[in-house]
Structures are given as C-alpha cells and as structure tokens.
C-alpha cells in the first residue's frame, strides 16, 4: 500500500537499486541485506497489506541513505550520540520516523520535548536520534535472560488515547487493552487509571504461527501478530454475522459495492474478526499496521485495527482507494491482494489470479 514517502533536509539525494526476488527472500530480509528498512521497501513497491513477495519479481530498494542515518562506527559504547535533522511533511507520524531511521519512539519524543501524544506537524523540524544515541535494541527479544515484568500505573488526562499511551510507554495497544480489559473500541476516560504493561510484559507467543503459504516470517512481526490475536481473544469479538452485516453498512456508507466488500471480507478472514495472520495482517479485512495507517490518512482519522468497526473501515476505504484507481474491479481486487503497483508491473500472479476468481465467485453470492 501506498504510503507517504519522506526525506531528511541534512541527507544527500536518495538512490535506489533494483532487486530481482529470488527464493528464500523476505522483505525484511532484504531490508537487513541492503541496510534500509521493512516499511522503506514497502513504500517504495507499494506492497499489498501482508508485504507478500514472488520470485522474479523486481524490486526498488531504497538507498540506506533514505531510511536511516549511517553510523560512522561499529562500536556502540565508543560512538559520539548524532542526530539528524528532518522536516516533517504531510502523513509522517513518530512511529513511522522511528522505523525509518532505526530509531524508536520515545527517543524522538525525548529528544524533541514531545508531549504524551507525540503530535508533530507539517513543518516542524525534528531532531532523530540515531540508534547509536536511542538507547534501545532491536526488538528481538531473549527468551533465556527475559526480565521480570514490570507495569506502570497511568492516570488518563484529557486527550489521551491508548495509542499514544502505547507510543509513549513503547508498549503496544494489544497489550494495554489486555492488561485493563478495555473493549474493542479501546475507549478510556479522563481520571481512569490504568496498567501500563512494558514491552517485557507484553509478549505473548503460541498463538499465531509463523508461517504461511510457505513464507516464515521475522520474529518481531510474528510476536506483534501473537500480542493483537492475544488482546482480540482478551476483549472478545462480534460473531461472524455481525462482522458481515458491519461490512455491508460500511461499504454503504463509503461508497463501496457492499458484494465486493462483503467477498473480499469472506475470501480473508469467513467474516471472523480473531483472525490474526503470522505477518500481522489484523482482523476481518485483515490488514497490516503500515496499512492501516495508510487508511488512517485517508479517512483523517486513527483507526485501531483491533476495533471491529475501525479494522472495517481500513479494509472498506482501501477497497474505495484501489477500485478508483485500478480502473476495473478485478484489477482491484488484485491490487488488495498482491499490491497495486506490483499488478502494474508485473501483471497478476498465479495465486493472485485465483483470489481475484474467488472474489468475484463470491461477490455474485453476496449480491
């Protein structure tokens, strides 16, 4: 999918490279090869909401030089803390930057006296840590050595939300809503006061695989799949008749054929919101995070993946988004499975032509 692209104001001009996909790569494998990042060439290719690759098929890697400032030394204790200077552009959120620069969240919010919601705004300049000077790793966690768990204890003020509380502890919003059992719209009020679950605390794991259709997937993506499957088995979904008549009202609602919505729902998920895939793709419409970010900036607002009606909405405005520039249904539907720019340049693949028959089987059931 596709997602603003942004520059920093000290980096020199971005290059990139082509890569042929050969068997065995993974997005972020390639990411690790080329030392840029998983959502820089999810970007760049505009790859479908699971980041699903073929072999033969031909990438743009971008230049490490555009996702992320070099370190000049390979010795992380001896290494002067650096940062970069970048000027935020329309769509660009914390979180995005911090997976940009190799970065994380609360070090840019601390570097720049970000309040509690971690809002930025078109124009401003913002100082980014390197990770030599973020005081953080990767998020890879050791399964010999774990450390207790700790929770913090959190008095809501106004303005708050469960995302930014997330942002600013670096925990997650599955984790949060699970540890104070919040429902699906992950509503909280002003006084309330919650446990905050560090990333130690977490983790779950067992629940989601991390395989599928014959790809294994890193082990960070598959530890965010198993926290969200954990917190939507925590707080409960509708049945799968209510999930199918939510699609319908939504894709009324937006403008959307609710046979195609309703078709594209069934052929990802039978309508069943627990859905949780080894590459994170969330929910009834089964959509990735980058996703459904990108669908947040299309509808103005952030939507919560884990909330029925918001994972909707995601799914319905990309629905929207593809069928108005696919220009016909089945291309359409092709680009919400194998990536819109991917069917542009490489045609539809095997798997992909056989989901878009499903699709349109299905959509003369709903119709």
């Known amino acids: 999918m596709a997602l603003v692209a942004a520059t920093v104001a000290s980096a020199t001009s971005a290059q990139a490279r082509d890569h042929v996909v050969e068997p065995g790569d993974t997005v972020s494998h390639l990411a690790l090869r080329y030392g840029t990042t998983t959502a820089a060439i999810i970007r760049a290719n505009h790859l479908n909401a699971r980041a699903l690759i073929r072999v033969g098929e031909r990438l743009t890697i971008p230049d490490a030089g555009a996702t992320a400032a070099p370190s000049t030394t390979s010795t992380p204790s001896a290494s002067k803390p650096t940062t970069a200077s970048y000027t935020v552009k329309a769509g660009d959120t914390v979180s995005h930057l911090a997976t940009k620069y190799g970065t994380t969240v609360s070090a840019i919010v601390a570097a720049n006296g970000l309040d509690s919601r971690a809002m930025i705004r078109i124009g401003q300049t913002l100082r980014i840590p390197t990770a030599s000077t973020a005081a953080a790793t990767p998020a890879a966690p050791s399964t010999t050595s774990a450390p207790k768990p700790t929770t913090a204890s959190y008095t809501v003020k106004a303005g708050d939300t469960v995302s930014h509380l997330a942002t600013k502890y670096g925990t997650t919003v599955s984790a949060i809503v699970a540890a104070n059992g919040l429902d699906s719209r992950a509503m909280i009020r002003i006084g309330q006061t919650l446990r905050i679950p560090t990333a130690s605390t977490a983790v779950t794991s067992g629940l989601v695989g991390d395989t599928f259709a014959g790809r294994t997937y ?84 952030d939507l919560n993946l884990l909330d029925p009606k918001d994972n909707v909405v995601a799914g319905v405005v990309i629905l929207r988004q593809l069928t108005a520039t696919a220009g016909d249904t089945s291309t359409a539907i092709a680009g919400y499975y194998q990536g819109l720019a991917s069917v542009r340049r490489n045609g539809m693949f095997a798997d992909t032509r056989r989901y878009v028959a499903n699709v349109r089987t299905l959509m003369s059931r709903f119709a």
Request: with cysteine.
């Open 218 to 301: 890193p082990a960070a993506t598959v530890a965010s799949a198993n926290q969200n499957k954990a917190a939507l088995l925590e707080i409960g979904v509708p049945s799968k008749a209510e999930m199918q008549a939510l699609v319908a009202a939504t894709a009324r609602e937006l403008g959307v054929d609710p046979a195609l919505a309703q078709a594209v729902a069934y052929q990802e998920s039978g309508f069943n919101h627990a859905s949780v895939s080894p590459a994170n793709a969330i929910g009834c419409m089964q959509v990735i995070p980058s996703s459904g970010e990108w669908a947040s900036q299309l509808v103005g607002r």
